[in-house]
């Protein structure tokens, strides 16, 4: 037991306050200047996010959390069998891991798993870490992630921690596409007055390495939206902006060169985070359900709610009676990662119909405007 931690057991809280749910890193005013470049770029979330329609939500770890010894527990579900500390820790009984494992598995179109990782006692209660898991090497692979960088099922710790150090490594390390774009660059800047055709194709590159790499509002202040208007200048503003780029990759990249733990590469995008875990289409992912199972998903549409927020998807990974554990992401404009392993979360959800439940959450958290 020298490895176990442990904790007293706090009360349940309630969901996140109003003032304190997922504090917005958003302006509250659009951007026009990215509507312009997102039309050119044809990103449909961030276009969302920075012209002033309702976008998905992005929630931040209540503030008030209860500190016991070296764990801390966010929310507790009803039953004491699951329980979530900050945005990227959960715990659950062991019997409980194993049997949404199972059901997991029982999908064909699922392409996680879960294992239990290491122990801690809640209030005398032994749970495990959970660990979200690809199955296999062809999983990670059909949801467009690198399995050299992903935990796949069955994998031993050494296996884990090799990928990990090389994850780590590999995040600081600015994209080769940088570089190719900047030898052209230079290359067109050569030439005297380059064609139109070659500096809109270098506006498209520059355009989608900046949101990718910087994120959307940084694209909006610092790529200039047409660049014909003085093609020379606008070769020599591309250049600088590509040194900039490759100056703050590293810093920019610190929550994931940090990371602890081999965790799953999420999308900075909810539907697309819950398409990448299970593999469902569209269609589906957009039926609320009330009480939706295991391997099955959370959605609601807060289209025409109060709020800035247009809807938001959270992958079910596991349930204890009522409640429900997701893994999911959500959008966030300000953010320079466009995939990573800090993006995901872990959120538990109380019954359907109580304001615990993930539309009650979700639409508090919406007219609060966090996100």
């Not at 030898?183 to 506006?203: F, I, K, Q, T």
């Not at 093609?231 to 990371?259: F, H, N």
């Not at 800090?342 to 615990?356: D, E």
Request: charged share 20%.
């Amino acid at each position: 037991m020298g490895d176990v931690m442990y904790a007293r057991l706090p009360q349940r809280q309630s969901p996140v306050p109003d003032g304190a749910a997922g504090a917005s890193r958003r302006p509250s005013d659009p951007v026009p200047r990215l509507a312009a470049l997102q039309r050119s770029i044809g990103n449909a979330a961030a276009t969302r996010a920075l012209t002033g329609t309702p976008v998905q939500r992005y929630a931040e770890p209540d503030a008030e959390r209860d500190i016991a010894d070296t764990a801390s527990y966010d929310r507790i579900s009803q039953n004491g069998m699951i329980a979530v500390s900050g945005r990227q820790e959960a715990y659950a009984d062991a019997g409980l891991i194993a049997a949404a494992s199972g059901q997991l598995a029982a999908s064909e179109r699922v392409r996680i798993r879960l294992e239990a990782g290491r122990p801690v006692v809640i209030a005398g209660r032994t749970l495990h870490r959970v660990l979200p898991v690809f199955a296999s090497t062809g999983a990670a692979e059909a949801a467009q992630a690198n399995s050299d960088h992903e935990p796949i099922a069955g994998e031993s710790a050494e296996v884990r921690g090799t990928k990990l150090d090389s994850y780590r490594r590999s995040v600081v390390q600015p994209p080769a596409a940088l570089g190719l774009l900047l030898r052209d660059v230079a290359r067109l800047a050569g030439r005297g007055r380059p064609d139109e055709r070659s500096v809109n194709e270098v506006h498209q590159r520059l355009l989608a390495l900046a949101m990718e790499n910087q994120g959307a509002l940084w694209a909006a202040a610092n790529v200039p939206v047409n660049p014909l208007l003085d093609p020379v200048e606008y070769l020599k503003t591309a250049g600088r902006l590509i040194g900039e780029i490759v100056v703050e990759y590293a810093d920019s990249r610190e929550p994931e060169s940090a990371m602890q733990d081999l965790l799953i590469t999420m999308p900075n995008d909810c539907q697309a985070a819950a398409q990448r875990l299970l593999g469902t289409v569209m269609g589906e992912l957009q039926q609320a359900r009330a009480e939706p199972a295991v391997g099955q998903n959370h959605y609601v549409n807060l289209s025409g709610a109060p709020g800035r927020w247009n809807n938001h998807f959270g992958a079910v990974i596991m349930r204890d009676g009522d409640d429900t554990l997701t893994f999911e992401a959500a959008a966030d404009s300000t953010s320079r990662i466009g995939d990573g392993k800090s993006v995901g979360y872990f959120a538990l959800y109380g019954k359907h119909g109580t304001s615990q439940s993930f539309d009650e959450d979700l639409r508090r958290q919406n007219v609060a405007g966090g996100g």
